[in-house]
C-alpha cells in the first residue's frame, strides 16, 4: 500500500511513519521544514503551498493520505487573529488538499482532527460519543470541525472515502502542550495539590493512536464519497493526579501530590480558570471509544493507569 503522510516529522506524523514503514507500506511524507532527516523511513519531499497543484504530483499513485499537519492548540496564542490563522492552516488547507487528492486518484484520506470538536469537557458519567452534536469551542477546535466539514464536502460524490479520528490528549516522548507543562513540573520534583481530585480523563499514547490511523487507513469498509468518525482513546480514564505520577514514574522520580484545605483550593481553582488552564486541568473529558473498538475491530494497548 502507498501512503502519503503529511506532517511527517511531528510528534505524530513521525512515528506514523515508522511503523507503517515497519508493517511493509510504501511511505512518502511531506513536511515543510527544508531539513535533512536522513532516518525518515521512506521519501521525503517538501511540501508546496495548498494553493499548488504541484500536489497532484506528490498524490499520483498514492492509495491512501494521512493528513497529520496542522496548526494546533497554542498554549500561549500570539496570532492577532487565532480564528483566521487556525481556519488558513486547519479549514482551507484541508478543503485543497482533498480536492488535490480528489483528482490525483487518491482512494482513502485520513484526518486527523480533535475532540475537542467534541467539546472543551464532558458531563460526569456521560462520556463522549460520536453521535453527539458538535460543539467546538476554542478557534483550534472550530478550524479543526469546519475541517471536517471541507473533507465531507469535497468527497461527496467522488471517488474517495474519508476516515475522520478525534483523538484526546496524545501523549508520548516528546510531547507539547500541557503535557510538557506537567512534564517539566515533575522534573523540578514539585509536589501539586492534586491529591484529592478526581476528576477523568480520557488521553491516549501515540502508540495507540498510530496504530488506529493504520487500522483506518486497512479497512475496506467504506463507500467511495463516504466516511466515517471515530472517537479513540486507550479505553479508560484516569485523574489528573495519576498523569502527574506517571509522568514522574516513567522519569524514575518520586511524584508528590497534596491535598489543599475547601477554601485554599476554590482559591486555586479561581486563579487557574483566569489564566485558561482550570477545565484543561481539572475538568472532565471523557471518551466512550467503544464503536471505534467494534468498528475497527481494534483495541488499545494499556497506557497511563
Not at 145 to 169: F, Q
Request: charged share 20%; hydrophobic share 40%.
Amino acid at each position: 500500500m502507498n501512503v502519503l503522510i503529511t506532517g511527517c516529522t511531528g510528534f505524530v506524523g513521525s512515528a506514523l511513519a515508522a511503523e507503517a514503514a515497519s508493517r511493509g507500506y510504501v511511505v512518502t511524507g511531506t513536511s515543510r521544514s527544508a531539513d535533512q532527516h536522513p532516518q525518515f523511513p521512506g521519501k521525503m519531499e517538501l511540501a508546496p503551498a495548498y494553493e499548488n497543484d504541484g500536489w497532484i504530483g506528490l498524490l499520483r499513485g498514492v492509495d491512501v493520505l494521512i493528513h497529520c499537519a496542522a496548526r494546533v492548540h497554542q498554549v500561549k496564542e500570539d496570532a492577532a487573529e487565532p480564528l483566521a490563522e487556525f481556519r488558513a492552516a486547519n479549514t482551507e488547507a484541508t478543503r485543497l488538499l482533498a480536492s488535490w487528492a480528489v483528482k490525483a486518484g487518491v482512494k482513502k484520506f485520513i484526518y486527523l482532527s480533535t475532540i475537542k470538536v467534541n467539546g472543551e469537557g464532558s458531563s460526569p458519567g456521560r462520556p463522549f460519543t460520536p453521535s453527539d452534536p458538535p460543539n467546538p469551542l476554542s478557534p483550534y477546535a472550530i478550524s479543526k470541525w469546519e475541517g471536517e466539514c471541507a473533507l465531507r464536502e469535497v468527497a461527496a460524490g467522488a471517488e474517495m472515502s474519508y476516515e475522520i479520528i478525534r483523538p484526546p490528549l496524545v501523549y508520548g516522548e516528546g510531547a507539547k502542550g500541557n503535557l510538557a507543562i506537567l512534564e517539566k513540573l515533575a522534573k523540578l520534583r514539585a509536589p501539586l495539590p492534586l491529591a484529592g481530585v478526581e476528576n477523568r480523563r480520557s488521553l491516549i499514547s501515540r502508540e495507540n493512536l498510530v496504530d488506529v490511523i493504520l487500522r483506518c487507513a486497512e479497512a475496506l469498509n467504506v463507500e467511495p464519497g463516504a466516511g466515517n468518525v471515530w472517537l479513540v482513546s486507550d479505553g479508560y480514564s484516569v485523574t489528573t493526579s495519576q498523569i502527574y505520577l506517571s509522568l514522574c514514574c516513567s522519569m524514575n522520580i518520586k511524584g508528590r501530590v497534596f491535598s489543599l484545605p475547601g477554601p485554599l483550593k476554590s482559591l486555586m481553582f479561581h486563579a487557574l480558570e483566569r489564566i485558561g488552564i482550570q477545565e484543561k486541568l481539572f475538568g472532565n473529558l471523557e471518551v466512550d471509544c467503544s464503536a471505534t473498538m467494534s468498528g475497527l475491530n481494534w483495541r488499545p494497548a494499556p497506557g497511563i493507569r
